[in-house]
């Protein structure tokens, strides 16, 4: 049975910085792409980012070009999500996805049950 477990999340001020984690079981995870989705309240899930199998490949979304960072260990079957500079807007549950394919789209078969971030002003 596929498992992806999020961790990391919590309360941060504006500024500031977390690191997020999503701990895969029950798949080849070095065979699998891995993205970091978003949802805050009222609004609908968003695309965070995406790692291609094989690292070579990174994709953001624009609002956090610069500030976010994917990056997997496919030793440890997990991947994480580095923020930084974090701002209010980026409040959110974060949740992890994984899936054959390379894609900003909701449509990997395999979801996370989410860590909450906030970030206050």
């Known amino acids: 049975q596929v498992q992806l477990v999020e961790s990391g999340g919590g309360l941060v001020q504006a500024g500031g910085s977390l690191r997020l984690a999503c701990a895969a079981s029950g798949l080849t995870f070095r065979t699998f792409a891995v993205a970091w989705f978003r949802q805050a309240p009222g609004k609908e899930r968003e695309f965070v980012a995406v790692?291609?199998?094989?690292?070579?490949?990174?994709l953001y979304t624009d609002s956090v070009k610069g500030r976010f960072t994917i990056s997997r260990d496919n030793a440890q079957n997990t991947a994480f999500l580095q923020m930084i500079s974090l701002k209010p807007e980026d409040t959110a549950v974060y949740y992890c996805a994984a899936g054959r394919g390379v894609s900003t789209g909701p449509g990997y078969p395999y979801w996370g049950q989410g860590t909450q971030v906030t970030v206050s002003s």
């Open positions: 790692i291609s199998p094989n690292e070579l490949s990174t």
